[in-house]
């Protein structure tokens, strides 16, 4: 069964600081990892992915993202935190050996950045 | 107009009403999604269409009915909803199914309420 977790309900970081989200998954083939990030009465918007290659991802509004495999981690990070980044994030995974287009979303992690 | 629209964006309606959320998507994508957001819960996937053929079902309940008449748009009919329906209504669209580890384009979404 594929699953993701978000173990945080929120983060708090000072702004200029780096800030990490943490992901965690179990699947049974080699997942496909997602990023989103919904912003107060929107959508979700996407971050970055992993399908496959090197681990260390890079995606929009300077957000990387490390696949460890060994940890089944996909943590989300940004050397220097800004107040913008204040919304929801949203790990996702997905296992392409599952003949399924189903998405699986973690709960979500507020973060939550101070001037 | 570009990206994922949905319409309308705000909706009430009584238990024995009947109504329709519409999105449309100016990607060229040929996948389209709906999910469900609900407080404190991860996003839940209801439909997926690959062009225009319903390829998942989550389990929906009937009262929810989606349509894809064309690969740029997809309906969502409702009828006799209950009170635990209420929820903020996403729809998504991607190039392709999720196969090829495609990302997802969110809508704004449908904050649906139930009396």
């Known amino acids: 069964a594929q699953s993701v977790a978000q173990p945080e309900d929120q983060v708090n970081v000072a702004e200029g600081n780096p800030l990490t989200v943490k992901c965690t998954y179990s699947?049974?083939?080699?997942?496909?990892l997602f990023w989103y990030v919904q912003y107060p009465n929107r959508g979700l918007q996407f971050l970055l992915k992993?399908?496959?290659?090197?681990?260390l991802v890079k995606g929009s509004y300077g957000f990387e993202a490390e696949f460890n495999k060994s940890q089944t981690s996909f943590h989300l990070k940004k050397p220097s935190a800004l107040v913008s980044d204040s919304a929801l994030y949203f790990c996702a995974v997905r296992d392409p050996s599952y003949n399924t287009d189903k998405l699986i979303f973690g709960t979500g992690t507020r973060l939550q950045v101070f001037p | 107009e570009t990206g994922v629209t949905q319409t309308p964006r705000h909706l009430v309606m009584g238990m024995t009403n009947k109504k329709s959320l519409k999105c449309e998507q100016h990607?060229?994508?040929?996948?389209m999604y709906w999910y469900k957001q609900s407080a404190k819960k991860p996003l839940e996937l209801m439909f997926v269409y690959n062009f225009k053929e319903q390829t998942e079902n989550n389990s929906v309940p009937s009262r929810f009915s989606p349509e894809c008449p064309n690969s740029s748009h997809l309906f969502l009919h409702l009828h006799t909803l209950q009170p635990e329906d209420s929820a903020l209504y996403l729809c998504?669209?991607?190039?392709?199914?999720?196969?090829?580890?495609?990302?997802?384009?969110f809508g704004p979404g449908t904050r649906l309420t139930v009396l």
């Open positions: 998504a669209s991607s190039q392709m199914g999720l196969a090829g580890g495609d990302e997802q384009f």
């Open positions: 990607l060229g994508h040929n996948a």
């Open positions: 699947v049974s083939g080699n997942p496909y």
């Open positions: 992993y399908i496959t290659g090197d681990n």
